[in-house]
Each structure stands twice: as C-alpha cells, then as structure tokens.
C-alpha cells in the first residue's frame, strides 16, 4: 500500500517568509509525528499527534512553528518568519496503534533552504 | 534529561561483522528501536527491543540491557549496500521516540 507522503520535497524560502510543509500518514494510522534532521545530525523531536488526544508539542523549537492535523489524517507544520536556523529536513511519520510497539514508518521529508 | 550516545563513525569490511553500540540516558523507557537511513532517504525500521536479550533478524541482530541502559546493533555479513547511518532511538512513555546522533557505517570493500 502506499506509504507516508509528503509535500513539496524541496522547498526554497527568503529568510522571514512563512512556509507550509504537508504530511501524508498511512491511511488508519492514528499516530503522527513531525522531527527535524540538521546536516549531519540525528533526528530532532518537534511533535506528536495521537487520535483525539491533546497532541504532544514539547519538541517545537519556539513559537514560530505550529501544526495541526485535520481530520485525524493529513498533518501540516507551519514555520512563520523562517530563520537559517530553520533550514533541515523535515521528516514526518506515522504508526499504527498497536499498543505497545511504536513502530514509525518516516516519509521521504521535505528538505527547507531559508536564504 | 535525555541522552542518547553512539559512536559518530565506523568503517567496516565486506562479508565481516560489525557491532554498532548505543548506550541511553532517558526519563522513561517504552523499547529501544534501530533504524537505517541511506544518504537522502527517510529511516527505515530495523529492530525492536523492550526485554533483555538478544534479537534475531535474518543478517541484523540487537541487544538489549535495561540495567545498563545499553544496546547494540550486530550487522553480519556486511553487503556494500549496508553503508549507511544507524540510528538508535529510545521510545519514552507517549510514543515518541528520542534518536541519537547516528552512526556512520562505510563497508570497504
């Protein structure tokens, strides 16, 4: 079946613009989670999103960025102002609710440039 | 607090084994999980671990010890198509999960 999308893959921003970034989790997966992959680096936690749940924001790095997830399916983070800072990858993964296993399926990321 | 150390690097040979070790400091614990990640690709799932012990899966091994705070990931038969970073990640209570900084596994040939 098809697996975690997102949307655009590349995406090029002037420094203090505000930029969207789309996720597409597997269909009937109730977990959703965005992080972030500076160069070189491992993945960084930005937030989590379980059913109806209050979602998990603790990772978000200030209050430039924010998501929401419609519907309990697509997810999308929003990065206001956008900083040099904020250039990374950004990852989006889904899983499904099995109880204890938290097995995440990532998608391919979208890669942000802030010039 | 949370830390999550592995080594930064390691260079391994064709058909040998190799032993990537990744050691935890966490508030909570829900398993340990193993992810490769090819340069430009998204992670994928290697293994899981919640109990001690060893676990088996085809070419990929991993262990686990919770007193310690330790595991390590045991890669047999190295394939050039192994090289890649590996990434350990610790799982708290909620689901998410907490990576460490990976490892980069080159396989000469």
């Known amino acids: 079946g098809a697996g975690v999308s997102q949307s655009p893959s590349n995406k090029v921003t002037e420094k203090g613009k505000d930029v969207e970034l789309r996720c597409d989790p597997i269909?009937?997966?109730?977990?959703l989670y965005w992080y972030r992959q500076s160069l070189g680096q491992g993945l960084e936690f930005l937030i989590y999103?379980?059913?109806?749940?209050?979602?998990?924001k603790s990772g978000l790095p200030s209050d430039r960025f924010s998501a929401e997830r419609t519907g309990g399916s697509v997810s999308t983070l929003t990065i206001q102002r956008t900083q040099q800072e904020d250039s990374a990858v950004y990852l989006c993964?889904?899983?499904?609710?099995?109880?204890?296993?938290?097995?995440?399926?990532f998608g391919p990321g979208t890669r942000l440039t802030v010039t | 607090g949370q830390n999550i150390d592995q080594p930064t690097e390691m260079t391994a040979t064709e058909g040998a084994i190799v032993q990537i070790n990744c050691t935890y400091q966490?508030?909570?614990?829900?398993?340990l999980f193993w992810y490769q990640q090819h340069a430009g690709e998204a992670p994928t799932f290697l293994s899981y671990?919640?109990?001690?012990g060893l676990e088996e899966k085809g070419r990929f091994s991993s262990f686990l010890s919770r007193s310690k705070g330790y595991s390590y990931l045991l890669l047999k038969e190295l394939q050039m198509k192994d090289s890649a970073s590996y990434l350990c990640?610790?799982?708290?209570?909620?689901?998410?999960?907490?990576f460490g900084q990976g490892t980069e596994l080159s396989v000469k040939p």
């Open positions: 993964a889904s899983s499904p609710d099995r109880g204890v296993v938290y097995e995440q399926y």
């Open positions: 269909s009937g997966h109730t977990a």
């Open positions: 999103f379980q059913g109806n749940s209050a979602p998990d």
């Open positions: 966490t508030s909570g614990f829900n398993g």
């Open positions: 671990n919640v109990l001690d």
């Open positions: 990640a610790v799982s708290n209570w909620g689901g998410k999960l907490i």
